[in-house]
């Protein structure tokens, strides 16, 4: 039963409109706690597992695409899920959807709600983090079936995984990808079907070279039309941390706080404030921009400020999302590009199980009591499948209750 959901490609699924698009994201920006690796796995859950817009192949290309490029991996994995299933228009409505709760909630802190900063050390807070274990361990499970189903992708997967915890961060997840990619290049070339289906992208090429036109009009003109004006100023620094960021969320904090801190634009204070407050919020972490925009000191503030933070960041990885997205499905045909994303999907597993170690575990497992609550997690969403979102409130409420036990 399980092998049959899981290869239905997004073809066979069919598609849908804005509006299924937006609903679905906007409940996963609700409830998806745990940072960028355990996204992969709640979008795992719902689109391959549950809804089967796409297989497990087709995911995995996708996730390995976004690795690759540079910006939030898994936003960019849901912008192109919501291209996939109602064109551009989708690609937005997820990004607004995932984004849009964590954002709020953030420009609302810095407008100064305290009461998401009283959310950072809550107790219920741990059993979301414990939560995400169980996420993260299921996609690697049900990933580790499916794309390394023998010795050689299996020891790969397991290279791939320490090659990431002995050198953390970016470069350990790039090298390991790389890694992934040479290997498969070389090795993993035997006789095997082309992909089934397609991607079901219908940008055109000629869109999609003004998009990558533009993202380098933007990352080289912004800084040079900025002059006295802070609105471009504050534009051009946050669309060059998008721009330039690999690894994901924590990854961009040094380039924010290079870029609001010594200009005087954020206080170090304020900033590691809303840091805080962004670790207790759903969705991902670079909507951390709108809270920096809306607690700037220069005009614009509050939500106006925020909202153009948030666009700025996000817009580079969009642009060479959009870029190559229309050319996936004809290189992910050819022998060679097959093996190397044979070798990278094998390599992707590795670095989701080192994460699932490093910061998913040693964050959030402190004792027995985790440990059993992340195993009855484990056990909901594998062989109960229950909803993620579902495992999620419960795993909140029950680390509150064992915690006045």
């Not at 634009?265 to 809306?294: E, S």
């Amino acid at each position: 039963m399980i092998a049959e959901t899981e290869t239905k490609s997004g073809d066979e699924a069919g598609r849908g409109g804005v509006g299924e698009v937006l609903r679905v994201f906007f409940r996963l920006g609700c409830t998806s706690f745990g940072g960028p690796i355990a996204h992969l796995g709640y979008f795992r859950a719902e689109f391959v597992a549950r809804r089967r817009w796409l297989d497990e192949t087709h995911y995995a290309d996708l996730v390995a695409l976004c690795q690759f490029l540079p910006g939030p991996a898994s936003s960019q994995v849901a912008v192109s899920l919501g291209i996939m299933r109602a064109g551009l228009a989708g690609g937005f409505a997820a990004w607004l959807g995932f984004s849009l709760p964590s954002a709020i909630a953030l420009i609302a802190f810095a407008d100064g709600l305290g009461a998401i900063g009283a959310m950072r050390d809550a107790v219920w807070l741990s059993g979301l983090r414990i939560v995400a274990v169980a996420v993260v361990a299921q996609a690697v499970w049900g990933m580790a079936r499916t794309l390394c189903p023998d010795r050689p992708r299996a020891t790969l997967a397991v290279v791939s995984a320490i090659l990431a915890l002995a050198a953390p961060g970016a470069p350990g997840q790039i090298g390991a990808i790389a890694l992934g990619a040479a290997i498969g290049w070389r090795a993993f070339r035997e006789p095997a079907a082309a992909p089934a289906g397609e991607l079901g992208i219908t940008l055109s090429r000629i869109f999609a070279a003004l998009a990558l036109a533009a993202f380098v009009l933007l990352l080289l003109g912004l800084p040079l039309l900025a002059g006295e004006s802070h609105v471009l100023a504050l534009i051009a620094a946050f669309y060059r941390a998008g721009a330039l960021v690999f690894g994901g969320g924590h990854v961009v904090l040094p380039l924010l706080q290079a870029a609001v801190v010594p200009p005087g634009w954020v206080d170090n204070d304020a900033f590691l404030a809303g840091y805080g407050a962004a670790q207790a919020v759903p969705g991902p972490l670079f909507t951390f921009a709108a809270y920096l925009g809306a607690v700037m000191r220069p005009a614009p503030q509050g939500w106006r400020g925020g909202m153009i933070a948030l666009v700025a960041i996000y817009l580079p990885s969009f642009l060479l999302l959009i870029g190559i997205l229309p050319f996936w499905d004809d290189l992910r045909r050819k022998i060679p590009v097959r093996a190397a994303l044979r070798g990278v999907n094998a390599a992707v597993v590795g670095v989701l199980l080192a994460a699932l170690y490093t910061p998913v575990w040693t964050s959030a497992i402190h004792g027995p009591r985790d440990f059993a609550l992340a195993l009855a997690a484990f056990l909901a969403l594998v062989f109960w499948r229950v909803p993620p979102w579902l495992v999620v409130f419960a795993g909140a409420l029950a680390a509150a209750t064992l915690a006045v036990a």
